[in-house]
Nanobody, 125 residues
């Protein structure tokens, strides 16, 4: 059974950077896609970024394109999310997720079956 643990959240000023990381357990890490989602207070969870199992394909929400970069290390079983030029509207709890049993859209949270506990990101203006 895969378990995911996020780290790297915190408080940063607008324009600053943070690097989130997601550590996954299990020996088949390279066989499934990974995604990052976020949820702000009073809002629904939304897609941020995703990466295919091989790392050859990446996907981004329009709101973070050009500012965030997702990558993966299939040796260390890690999925970092580098966040630059942060804005107050990026404030949310960020979750990493694994798409192990499902296929289809990378953007749909219902296609991910394993989730981490989340890490808080707060961007002050």
């Amino acid at each position: 059974q895969v378990q995911l643990v996020e780290s790297g959240g915190g408080l940063v000023q607008a324009g600053g950077s943070l690097r989130l990381s997601c550590a996954a357990s299990g020996r088949t890490f390279s066989t499934y896609a990974m995604g990052w989602f976020r949820q702000a207070p009073g809002k629904e969870r939304e897609f941020v970024a995703a990466i295919s199992g091989s790392g050859g394909s990446t996907y981004y929400a329009d709101s973070v394109k050009g500012r965030f970069t997702i990558s993966r290390d299939n040796v260390k079983n890690m999925v970092p999310l580098q966040m630059n030029s942060l804005k107050p509207e990026d404030t949310a709890v960020y979750y990493c997720a694994a798409r192990i049993r499902y296929s289809g859209s990378y953007y749909d949270s219902n296609k991910y079956d394993t989730w981490g506990q989340g890490t808080q990101v707060t961007v002050s203006s």
